[in-house]
């Protein structure tokens, strides 16, 4: 029989009152339960916007409360203490990533997900996302052909202001720096529609070398704000032997995601806005044209009945605007609440904490990589 309402918990107030507590809202069997939150304005707000009963300054407490899941929006330091509090008292945990501060944290978490009650998922919800959805059925339908080459760019403008305050966003002891924040998630996103990642060369850079604390004092920052990465896909990929690249800022003046597929059949790609496009071997005039522009043609998702009354929920809320990855923690939050509640402990297509590890495996080359100025093979899993 299943539970008619999923009590839900949110440790940190930034992502989860921006997309995570939206996404919720809008569901059917869904109670919006408790908030913990160290800075009391944030808690409040956060409390007050979707009317809380419960708001801690200690996740602690939100931990130990009446709560079926716990999403965890924390910076990335906290997530391990938090992951293991919530898994040993017996609640659903979505963790936000990176997962860990570190390869070790990443694999004793895995460890604890196995012998959890409930289910232990990293928030990778591009995953969910019809745009991506839509492109992974055309990769694996062969549709695009052989795979050529895949590219991603992503430009934020979310710390290209200097006066920024310093925070544990600019401190890569606590987990800070575009690479965890962003790049996880492409790193992600590579391995769900292609496979294993087996070698990287990682450039990472902070353009913006301080930042002023709440006295106005400068303090170094020691995260970086940008990357530039390249890597090889395993011999079991779907992109066995093909050129994959990154490049992630968040000191542009202006914001843009484009995630391209490039095959022998047709080159495909989306956008931040959701929209998938397609474009035919030999569309382009001449081959060589640089004036000229390609002809894309847009591609619509297919969805299923439920998601297409989803779809138009999103859309009269305020996720929509804050584009792909809000909208594809919507699509996620749907399945994570019905997961819940018949008491399942996976969901098909979720990044569970292996997908976690695995990513951190990466994130670990890269650092080593950026370090050494050359290309490193990803760790393999030895737990």
Not at 247 to 275: C, I, K, P, Q
Request: aromatic fraction near 8%; charge should be neutral.
């Amino acid at each position: 029989m299943e539970k008619r309402t999923v009590r839900t918990g949110f440790v940190g107030s930034g992502w989860a009152r921006i997309a995570q507590a939206p996404a919720f809202e809008i569901l059917d069997g869904v109670e919006l339960t408790a908030v913990a939150s160290p800075t009391e304005k944030r808690r409040r707000k956060f409390q007050e916007q979707f009317s809380i009963p419960h708001a801690y300054a200690g996740w602690e407490d939100l931990v130990a409360s009446e709560v079926d899941l716990v999403c965890i929006s924390a910076p990335p330091h906290l997530h391990y203490p938090v992951v293991k509090a919530a898994l040993a008292a017996g609640k659903h945990v979505l963790c936000e990533k990176p997962m860990a501060m570190d390869m070790q944290e990443a694999a004793d978490m895995c460890q604890m997900a196995e012998v959890a009650d409930g289910f232990a998922l990293l928030d990778h919800e591009l995953r969910f996302h019809p745009a991506v959805r839509q492109v992974k059925q055309m990769i694996e339908s062969g549709e695009i052909g052989r795979i050529y080459n895949v590219c991603a760019e992503v430009n934020l403008a979310s710390r290209s202001n200097p006066s920024l305050r310093h925070s544990w966003w600019s401190e890569a002891v606590k987990g800070g720096g575009a690479l965890g924040a962003i790049g996880s998630h492409l790193i992600d996103l590579h391995r769900f529609l292609f496979g294993e990642i087996s070698e990287v060369c990682c450039d990472l850079h902070t353009c913006i070398p301080a930042r002023p604390d709440a006295e106005g004092r400068l303090v170094a920052v020691s995260s970086d704000d940008g990357f530039s990465m390249m890597m090889r896909f395993g011999p079991a990929s779907l992109c066995f032997g093909s050129p994959a690249s990154l490049r992630v800022t968040t000191v542009a003046n202006y914001t843009s995601f484009r995630y391209e597929v490039h095959g022998s059949l047709r080159s495909v790609r989306f956008d931040g806005a959701g929209r998938v496009w397609e474009l035919q071997n030999g569309g382009a005039k001449g081959g060589r044209s640089l004036i000229d522009p390609p002809q894309w043609a847009e591609v619509e998702p297919s969805l299923s009945w439920d998601d297409l009354v989803l779809q138009e929920k999103i859309r009269q809320s305020s996720l929509w605007v804050h584009g792909i990855f809000a909208v594809g923690f919507a699509f996620f939050a749907h399945r994570l609440v019905r997961a819940a509640q018949r008491g399942e402990k996976s969901i098909t297509d979720a990044a569970s904490f292996d997908d976690g590890f695995a990513v951190q495996r990466v994130m670990a080359a890269c650092h080593v990589s950026a370090a050494s100025r050359r290309w490193e093979k990803v760790p393999a899993r030895t737990t």
